[in-house]
């Protein structure tokens, strides 16, 4: 009773769940208790509600495990057969800390989540597997680990777990692995082979089976598994308690960095240069890197400081080692090249080379570019990728000579070719590394990239590397990337097809992404729209207008793009790009129409006036008809004045005085409406206060006639109104 009690106040705890009802609202009668099938129900579902923090979900699994009903077990191993990560995890933290309950129906289970995408997953599953007494679980590891036609995961989730075990057979599977054809789980098996055996052979492969061989032959009393296991468990807790406290330390020191001054700063790091503790020192050590990657200059670290780190680069311990080595790479300084590459050749441990070959990239010069080639040839899959992110570095850094261009070329291609797009990260750097090398022979690899059946971070490097190497031969490769599914994607795609792009082709695929739908993110359809004013700009007069009769969205946004295509279009006539005057003078009128369909009635005046004025300059009998409309823009807009007739009477002969009438004739019939006849009778007022021309007969006529009508309209209009409204109602 007492540990469902336990459970209730985690239930009343957990999130989403309903606080205790308020007084007067209680039932009269207490509930009754839950059967244990009930109650083991209620455990599972609070073990996979994902409401639930991970520390709630782990005590409700420990709290059942206690219970020691018969059905639990099948449950639990269910849980950890299924599809929520934090629920396996939670089931199997809680058996880690109750190792004394395992019981072999959790194996399958446990041994399938070593294949999980989740490392968090595979680490607590390969703990617990350690945890088991002599029920074959070594022997069915070691046929995971062993097997190349499992999936990589499971074989390192395998060899992970073997790492936990001192039994000797667990270090007999091991050393069979050490020289696996796939490096990756060579790699691990030594790394578990030295932890499982407590010895450190420095990654030494040939050491480490030396070892084994010698020693295998043992009897089970000089092995003296049991006494070794005891010794192992208590240092790996000692351990454990040491770097709990050495990282809680670590972070007050770090806290303590952060707020002092620059000054104090290099006296704090002096001292943990000189730690005795090998976490102080790497903090140290990071705590360089950091404040040099803050933006401060490398000068900015006193020289012995700089010379104490120098001298950490030739530490016995691996990963202090290589994290002097990152701390002289964060000063970027080329002449520290030269040591970085004659120290290559005899890292032996992983994380010294790789923090070689990561300084060589940001302080190497072209020399480097042999070495690192000639390494990435029969390197493991983790070394080989860092040596392509140092040949993109080295390329960005610009310091690649035509004589290592080549080499760098054929490696990059080859390192594409030979990587499967399932492995993301690694054909993301490869990419990325062809951007900044920038060359031609990229192109077909560049395409591929762009395919759908890449992932998200290869197709957004590829459209970056197609943007720096700005080939137009890869222009028709981008039309499918502007209509990518990341919007990253379409976005770069869009930019990169505005510079390179040429063809009809291109101008449609940017004319596509104008409108919603199909374009969503209204920065892709701007990059689009400035896009295809470039490529639209450069065709003929007759396929700009053919391209903007096809302009999408509503009829503000279609004005608003033509007035830009004729803003651009002028911009280039006024820079010498055409010398008629006529057709300069056509484009102000354009342009003035546009304006004046946008209510940006001052614009559209004065492009209509510098038309009007460039026509008739240049004699063109495109004058009428621009006169003639910015009378109706006037009258329409209530603009009409004195000057604005001067300007359209100025040199007007009959016939243009005629087509002046029709415009007037037309504006006022339209009005000869009770709702619109004061602005009828406006034109009328102004027309007859300022003429724009002689009339004729006819025309003089014709307005006395329209304005009878007019004041007719006008005076009978509100009589009727007023009758109307004097009117009771019934």
Same mark, same amino acid.
């Given at each position: 009773m007492f540990r469902w009690v336990v459970i209730s106040s985690l239930v009343c705890s957990a999130p989403g769940w309903a606080r205790t009802p308020e007084p007067g609202t209680q039932p009269a009668t207490a509930p009754s208790v839950p059967s244990p099938g009930e109650r083991l129900a209620l455990q599972i579902a609070l073990i996979e509600d994902s409401r639930n923090p991970p520390e709630t979900r782990r005590a409700i699994a420990r709290e059942l495990l206690l219970q020691g009903w018969p059905e639990a077990?099948?449950?639990?191993?269910?849980?950890?057969?299924?599809?929520?990560?934090?629920?396996?995890?939670? /089931?199997?933290?809680?058996?880690?800390?109750?190792?004394?309950?395992?019981?072999?129906?959790?194996?399958?289970?446990?041994?399938?989540?070593?294949?999980? @995408?989740?490392?968090?997953?595979?680490?607590v599953a390969g703990q617990v597997l350690a945890s088991y007494g002599d029920v074959g679980v070594i022997a069915r590891l070691r046929v995971i680990a062993s097997d190349s036609k499992q999936p990589r995961a499971a074989r390192l989730g395998a060899i992970g777990a073997l790492a936990l075990m001192t039994e000797r057979a667990a270090v007999d599977a091991l050393a069979e692995l050490l020289y696996d054809g796939d490096p990756a789980v060579a790699d691990a098996a030594m790394g578990a082979f030295q932890r499982s055996a407590s010895m450190d052979f420095a990654d030494d492969r040939k050491a480490a089976q030396a070892w084994w061989m010698e020693t295998r032959s043992?009897?089970?009393?000089?092995?003296?598994?049991l006494q070794t296991r005891r010794l192992i468990q208590r240092e790996r807790e000692l351990n454990a308690r040491l770097a709990a406290l050495e990282a809680r330390l670590g972070r007050v020191l770090e806290a303590n960095f952060q707020r002092s001054t620059d000054g104090e700063r290099a006296a704090q790091v002096a001292e943990y240069l000189a730690d005795p503790s090998?976490?102080?020192?790497?903090?140290?050590?990071?705590?360089?890197?950091?404040?040099?990657?803050?933006?401060?200059?490398?000068?900015?670290?006193?020289?012995?400081? +700089?010379?104490?780190?120098?001298?950490?680069?030739?530490?016995?311990? %691996?990963?202090?080692?290589?994290?002097?080595?990152?701390? /002289?790479?964060?000063?970027?300084q080329p002449?520290?090249?030269?040591?970085? &590459?004659?120290?290559? %050749? $005899?890292?032996?441990?992983?994380?010294?080379?790789?923090?070689?070959?990561?300084?060589?990239?940001?302080?190497?010069?072209a020399s480097a570019v042999g070495p690192l080639v000639g390494l990435a040839d029969s390197a493991s899959p983790e070394v080989r990728a860092e040596v392509i992110a140092a040949l993109g570095r080295l390329a960005e850094r610009d310091v690649l000579t035509d004589a290592s261009h080549e080499p760098v070329v054929g490696l990059l291609l080859q390192a594409f070719k030979d990587t499967p797009p399932a492995q993301v990260a690694v054909r993301e750097r490869i990419v990325w590394a062809m951007g900044n090398v920038g060359d031609p022979d990229f192109a077909d690899a560049l395409?591929? @990239?762009?395919?759908?059946?890449?992932?998200?971070? /290869?197709? =957004?490097?590829?459209?970056?590397?197609?943007?720096?190497? &700005?080939?137009? &031969?890869?222009?028709? @490769?981008?039309?499918?990337?502007?209509?990518?599914?990341?919007?990253?994607?379409?976005?770069?795609?869009?930019?990169?097809?505005?510079?390179?792009?040429?063809?009809?082709?291109?101008? $449609?695929?940017?004319?596509?992404?104008?409108?919603?739908?199909?374009?969503? *993110?209204?920065?892709?359809? =701007?990059? @689009?729209?400035?896009?295809?004013?470039?490529?639209?700009?450069?065709?003929?007069?007759?396929?700009? *207008?053919?391209w903007i009769g096809r302009l999408p969205?509503?009829?503000?946004?279609?004005?608003?793009?033509?007035?830009?295509?004729?803003?651009?279009?002028?911009?280039?006539?006024?820079?010498?790009?055409?010398?008629?005057?006529?057709?300069?003078?056509?484009?102000?009128?354009?342009?003035?129409?546009?304006?004046?369909?946008?209510?940006? +009635?001052?614009?559209?005046?004065?492009?209509?006036?510098?038309?009007?004025?460039?026509?008739?300059?240049?004699?063109?009998?495109?004058a009428e008809k621009v006169a003639a409309e910015l009378l109706r823009f006037a009258l329409t807009r209530e603009r009409y004045d004195r000057a604005l007739s001067e300007l359209l009477a100025k040199g007007a002969v009959m016939?243009?005085?005629?087509?002046?009438?029709?415009?007037? &004739?037309?504006?006022?019939e339209v009005r000869m409406t009770p709702d619109a006849i004061d602005s009828a009778l406006f034109m009328l007022d102004s027309? $007859?206060?300022?003429?724009?021309?002689?009339?004729?007969?006819?025309?003089r006529q014709g307005l006395l006639e329209l304005y009878d009508r007019a004041v007719d309209l006008k005076v009978s209009t509100p009589t009727t109104r007023t009758a109307q409204s004097s009117v009771e109602p019934a």
């Amino acid at each position: 009773m007492f540990r469902w009690v336990v459970i209730s106040s985690l239930v009343c705890s957990a999130p989403g769940w309903a606080r205790t009802p308020e007084p007067g609202t209680q039932p009269a009668t207490a509930p009754s208790v839950p059967s244990p099938g009930e109650r083991l129900a209620l455990q599972i579902a609070l073990i996979e509600d994902s409401r639930n923090p991970p520390e709630t979900r782990r005590a409700i699994a420990r709290e059942l495990l206690l219970q020691g009903w018969p059905e639990a077990p099948a449950r639990l191993a269910t849980v950890l057969a299924g599809s929520s990560e934090q629920a396996r995890i939670a /089931v199997a933290s809680a058996l880690l800390d109750l190792p004394a309950l395992l019981d072999p129906v959790y194996l399958d289970p446990l041994l399938g989540m070593l294949a999980d @995408a989740s490392s968090e997953v595979r680490s607590v599953a390969g703990q617990v597997l350690a945890s088991y007494g002599d029920v074959g679980v070594i022997a069915r590891l070691r046929v995971i680990a062993s097997d190349s036609k499992q999936p990589r995961a499971a074989r390192l989730g395998a060899i992970g777990a073997l790492a936990l075990m001192t039994e000797r057979a667990a270090v007999d599977a091991l050393a069979e692995l050490l020289y696996d054809g796939d490096p990756a789980v060579a790699d691990a098996a030594m790394g578990a082979f030295q932890r499982s055996a407590s010895m450190d052979f420095a990654d030494d492969r040939k050491a480490a089976q030396a070892w084994w061989m010698e020693t295998r032959s043992l009897s089970d009393d000089a092995w003296g598994r049991l006494q070794t296991r005891r010794l192992i468990q208590r240092e790996r807790e000692l351990n454990a308690r040491l770097a709990a406290l050495e990282a809680r330390l670590g972070r007050v020191l770090e806290a303590n960095f952060q707020r002092s001054t620059d000054g104090e700063r290099a006296a704090q790091v002096a001292e943990y240069l000189a730690d005795p503790s090998l976490s102080i020192r790497l903090l140290g050590l990071r705590l360089v890197q950091q404040h040099v990657g803050e933006g401060r200059p490398h000068e900015s670290v006193p020289r012995e400081l +700089v010379a104490r780190i120098r001298e950490l680069m030739n530490s016995r311990n %691996p990963v202090e080692q290589a994290e002097a080595v990152r701390a /002289v790479a964060s000063f970027r300084q080329p002449a520290d090249g030269e040591t970085f &590459k004659a120290l290559l %050749p $005899q890292a032996v441990a992983r994380p010294v080379q790789l923090a070689l070959i990561n300084a060589l990239g940001y302080c190497g010069d072209a020399s480097a570019v042999g070495p690192l080639v000639g390494l990435a040839d029969s390197a493991s899959p983790e070394v080989r990728a860092e040596v392509i992110a140092a040949l993109g570095r080295l390329a960005e850094r610009d310091v690649l000579t035509d004589a290592s261009h080549e080499p760098v070329v054929g490696l990059l291609l080859q390192a594409f070719k030979d990587t499967p797009p399932a492995q993301v990260a690694v054909r993301e750097r490869i990419v990325w590394a062809m951007g900044n090398v920038g060359d031609p022979d990229f192109a077909d690899a560049l395409a591929t @990239a762009l395919e759908r059946t890449e992932a998200v971070a /290869v197709r =957004q490097q590829a459209v970056r590397a197609i943007a720096l190497l &700005k080939d137009a &031969k890869l222009a028709d @490769a981008l039309v499918a990337a502007t209509g990518d599914p990341d919007t990253l994607v379409r976005r770069t795609a869009v930019e990169t097809l505005s510079s390179i792009g040429s063809s009809e082709r291109h101008l $449609q695929a940017l004319w596509a992404r104008l409108s919603s739908p199909p374009e969503a *993110d209204e920065a892709v359809r =701007q990059a @689009a729209w400035r896009g295809a004013l470039t490529l639209l700009l450069a065709r003929s007069p007759a396929e700009i *207008d053919a391209w903007i009769g096809r302009l999408p969205g509503d009829s503000r946004q279609r004005a608003q793009r033509t007035a830009e295509i004729l803003q651009r279009l002028l911009a280039h006539a006024n820079s010498g790009g055409s010398s008629d005057r006529a057709d300069v003078a056509l484009l102000h009128a354009r342009l003035a129409a546009q304006y004046a369909a946008l209510d940006q +009635v001052d614009d559209a005046q004065a492009e209509f006036e510098k038309a009007l004025a460039e026509l008739r300059a240049a004699g063109s009998p495109q004058a009428e008809k621009v006169a003639a409309e910015l009378l109706r823009f006037a009258l329409t807009r209530e603009r009409y004045d004195r000057a604005l007739s001067e300007l359209l009477a100025k040199g007007a002969v009959m016939s243009v005085t005629e087509s002046y009438w029709r415009v007037i &004739k037309e504006e006022v019939e339209v009005r000869m409406t009770p709702d619109a006849i004061d602005s009828a009778l406006f034109m009328l007022d102004s027309v $007859q206060r300022w003429p724009p021309g002689e009339w004729s007969d006819a025309a003089r006529q014709g307005l006395l006639e329209l304005y009878d009508r007019a004041v007719d309209l006008k005076v009978s209009t509100p009589t009727t109104r007023t009758a109307q409204s004097s009117v009771e109602p019934a």
